[in-house]
């Protein structure tokens, strides 16, 4: 190698790292720059969106399964009036929440892990957005997974004339997520 090699090399390493810092800086200045919010953008929405899915079956389960007791997960196999069916889909209602709470859990840990390795301070709103986009996906998948495809349950033992209502008010909770998600930007103009 000649001198003039090793000096152009030289020359473009610097090159290098004076375009590096001035994207830093720019980012700096600049918080809600395209490379920053793209940086935020997809784990916010998956480990929010996680959050929103486990919450979305824990609230279903406490509310609808534990305390009202309009259906059960497994209802539609095992009768729920008989004292037997009644223990075995209670008993299946408490390990899906179980698994539920682990799954918002996980989430809660992402999610946290994510805010706080960010150099911005992230939006509140996208991070809504996402948690109510993630419930609205198990809404979904519950009432066309579980109540048509499967038949796992009803909304209501014994009729399915509830199952349209849980799908549409499910696909408002899933459209309102996304909306949500779309008006607002992963990291905040505000930041310091």
Known sequence: MSDDDLESGVRRDREDENEVKVEDEATEHNPTSTRDRDRYRRPLLLWGGTVGFGLGAVVDVIVFHLILQTHHLLSGTYDPYSYDGLRTNVMVDGLFLAVMLAVAVVGAAMLWRT?????RRLSGLYTTGAVVLGAGVFNVFDGIGSHYVLDLHNVVHGTEAWNPH????SVVLLVLGGLLVRIATPTRADSV
Do not use: I, L
């Not at 805010?115 to 150099?119: E, K, L, S, T, Y």
């Open 115 to 119: 805010v706080n390795r960010a150099r």
């Open 166 to 169: 849980w799908v549409v008010v």
